[in-house]
T-cell receptor, first 114, second 112 residues
Framework: GDSVTQMEGPVTLSEEAFLTINCTYT??????LFWYVQYPGEGLQLLLK?????DKGSNKGFEATYRKETTSFHLEKGSVQVSDSAVYFC?????????????FGTGTRLKVLA | EPEVTQTPSHQVTQMGQEVILRCVPI?????FYWYRQILGQKVEFLVS????????KSEIFDDQFSVERPDGSNFTLKIRSTKLEDSAMYFC??????????FGPGTRLTVT
């Protein structure tokens, strides 16, 4: 079945460091891909998305490119801030499932130190 | 901007009791979902609902769970006889076109 694999956390960075959180997926069809962010005690917020190969999603300085050849959707940010500390979830929505349910990765906790 | 709302934000119940979690979807959305996140773990799909019936359910969604749209607006998740392992954050999500789901803030359920 469909699955999403994320790099293990936690990831600890200094402020202004470069961030990469790896995400790879397995899907039978051509899924849409998403990154969600969850701040402590809060719900899921859509960070960015990409619906087809080579699309680049971007928001708030974060970027991710849909790479069909490597089945990846790695999240990057050039300069992280303390306020970026949160858990980041990669997810896919596979149209072949019929219901387009989301499959989430395990989440990667990011901690940014001042 | 329209948003999905959920009530209550936090529910504490005793084992064996019934709970109903409520969600108000974005108006004109047609597809509805429930997900759950046990503390510290990943978000898991429970059930999807369209045209007043379940369209898909996961292995987690056993006979103690049910969903409905009792008044055409609210979308509810009922757990008939709660267990300790039902303690989790429950997220409602809705979609207009299946391409993107909008998540509510979640209900934290604590079973004691």
């Amino acid at each position: 079945g469909d699955s999403v694999t994320q790099m293990e956390g936690p990831v600890t960075l200094s402020e202004e460091a470069f961030l990469t959180i790896n995400c790879t997926y397995t899907a039978t069809g051509y899924p849409s891909l998403f990154w969600y962010v969850q701040y402590p005690g809060e719900g899921l917020q859509l960070l960015l998305k990409a619906t087809k190969a080579d699309d680049k999603g971007s928001n708030k300085g974060f970027e991710a490119t849909y790479r069909k050849e490597t089945t990846s959707f790695h999240l990057e940010k050039g300069s992280v801030q303390v306020s970026d500390s949160a858990v980041y979830f990669c997810a896919l929505s596979d149209p072949t499932s019929g219901t387009y349910k989301y499959i989430f990765g395990t989440g990667t906790r990011l901690k940014v130190l001042a | 901007e329209p948003e999905v709302t959920q009530t209550p934000s936090h529910q504490v119940t005793q084992m064996g009791q019934e709970v109903i979690l409520r969600c108000v979807p974005i108006s004109n959305h047609l597809y509805f979902y429930w997900y759950r996140q046990i503390l510290g773990q990943k978000v898991e799909f429970l059930v999807s609902f369209y045209n007043n019936e379940i369209s898909e359910k996961s292995e987690i969604f056993d006979d103690q769970f049910s969903v409905e749209r009792p008044d055409g607006s609210n979308f509810t998740l009922k757990i008939r006889s709660t267990k300790l392992e039902d303690s989790a954050m429950y997220f409602c999500a809705t979609s207009l076109s299946l391409r993107e789901q909008y998540f509510g803030p979640g209900t934290r359920l604590t079973v004691t």
